[in-house]
């Protein structure tokens, strides 16, 4: 449902990027104006193309970013800003594709749209705000009460909590009733521990005539914050939802993988020799940094990385502003660099381009206390991964138990399209993270 309705919003700025364009081409042209709006057109889309593309690394088709309207209008400009500079690149870099350089229309075109796009964001955050989808809750647990207050402090999650029944009286099912009648909700949600009560699915069941949905805690949380309710979760529930092996999906990701590591390994060779020469002549200790790790199925493997800290330097976890890293490890920490030497370990097939991180041996052993923590390990890691692009880098316990969450949500859910979506991000997240 999410994902329609992000391919709704995409299609709606396509959209509304034509309709700017006529009305460009209205404005500024006298007669022929079907003749002029086909000639820019063909340029202009693949333009547009481009700030669509631009406009999802900015997060501008994630739901949770439709917090008010001044906020909508600032992250628009700036998104507005970067695409019309890409596109002046473009048309410069590619003026036989374009057959023209429309500067001042791209501009025209740029606050026609900007003005169209702001309302239409506008508008769906009042729908979103107003319409909430009304809802009750059956059933208590930390998880649940935190999930309550997310929705209260978030209308464009698009639910409203009408009511919250956290212990179910004996009459079961004349309770229920009357509670729905009551509030007017179309949708249940249910508590793990009330779908394993017989007593309660009987009296769920009696409410079908009532034509509610009726939806287990596990996947309505799953869904709102794309992440598994690892608290609430039990073995069972693994048995019922990861699978260890895709076989289809298994070899077009390991083909992709090989494919674009050749690619990329090539394309960046010079600058990995350069970088090489700055690490050797600015600080003692070796250029290719080895270390061990936890790959699939709990074996150790060694990951390489360009050296970014002083020798020796002792604990595991890194802070902000730590003096062991040296000034040019900074860079390559800055611009991801560093992670540059792991395309060899993508192509000894040791991780892929996707996948749960691959933690210090050390790291993972401790982590172990987590319960259901070798779950991340049914699958090969990667060099970024769904975790990493939705939770900064842990730095304890409780941070590594966060990003657990999330690794196993990837583990059950590993699709083609969920890759691609990470790749997307984490291009944005190199270029915004700092």
Do not use: C
């Not at 075109?109 to 705000?129: C, E, Q, S, T």
């Amino acid at each position: 449902m999410r994902i329609a309705k992000k391919i709704a919003l995409i299609l709606g700025d396509f959209s509304l990027a034509v309709i700017a364009l006529g009305l460009m081409v209205v404005a500024r042209y006298d007669g022929n104006v079907w003749t002029q709006f086909s000639v820019h057109i063909s340029a202009f889309s693949l333009l547009f193309v481009i700030w669509i593309f631009i406009f999802y690394l900015a997060d501008l088709y994630r739901f949770s970013t439709f917090q008010s309207e001044l906020p909508i209008a600032k992250s628009l400009f700036q998104a507005l800003i970067i695409s019309g500079i890409a596109s002046i690149i473009v048309l410069y870099l590619f003026p036989e594709l374009f057959k023209l350089t429309p500067k001042t229309n791209l501009v025209v075109v740029g606050i026609i749209f900007f003005i169209l796009d702001y309302l239409l964001r506008v508008a769906i955050f009042r729908f979103l705000k107003s319409e909430r989808t009304p809802i009750l809750i059956l059933g208590n647990s930390p998880l649940i009460e935190e999930t309550v207050m997310y929705l209260e402090k978030n209308p464009q999650a698009g639910y409203r909590v009408k009511e919250w029944i956290k212990e179910i009286p004996k009459e079961h099912s004349l309770a229920l009733f009357d509670a729905i009648k009551k509030v007017g909700v179309g949708i249940i949600i249910l508590s793990p521990q009330l779908a394993n009560e017989s007593n309660t699915t009987s009296s769920l069941f009696a409410l079908l005539p009532l034509n509610v949905s009726i939806i287990n805690f596990l996947d309505f949380y799953e869904t709102l914050f794309d992440k598994v309710a690892l608290k609430e979760i039990n073995t069972e529930w693994f048995i019922q939802h990861i699978s260890t092996r895709r076989k289809i999906y298994d070899f077009v990701k390991r083909t992709i993988d090989v494919f674009l590591s050749l690619v990329i390994g090539i394309i960046f060779l010079p600058l990995a020799l350069l970088i090489g020469i700055l690490i050797f002549i600015s600080s003692r200790g070796e250029i290719i940094f080895p270390q061990k790790r936890m790959g699939k199925n709990g074996e150790e493997f060694v990951l390489y990385k360009f050296r970014t800290m002083v020798k020796n330097s002792g604990p595991l976890w890194t802070e902000k502003g730590d003096t062991r890293v040296t000034v040019v490890g900074k860079i390559l920490r800055f611009t991801h660099l560093d992670e540059f030497p792991q395309l060899w370990n993508i192509l000894r097939g040791d991780i892929s381009i996707t996948g749960p991180r691959p933690e210090r041996t050390e790291l993972a052993e401790q982590y172990r206390r987590f319960p259901y923590y070798d779950v991340r390990h049914i699958i090969k890691p990667g060099l970024t991964g769904w975790a990493q692009i939705n939770f900064r880098p842990s730095a304890s316990f409780e941070e590594a138990y966060e990003k657990l969450t999330y690794d196993i949500y990837y583990v059950k859910n590993r699709s083609l399209f969920l890759d691609l979506l990470i790749i997307l991000r984490t291009i944005r997240y190199i270029f915004t993270s700092h």
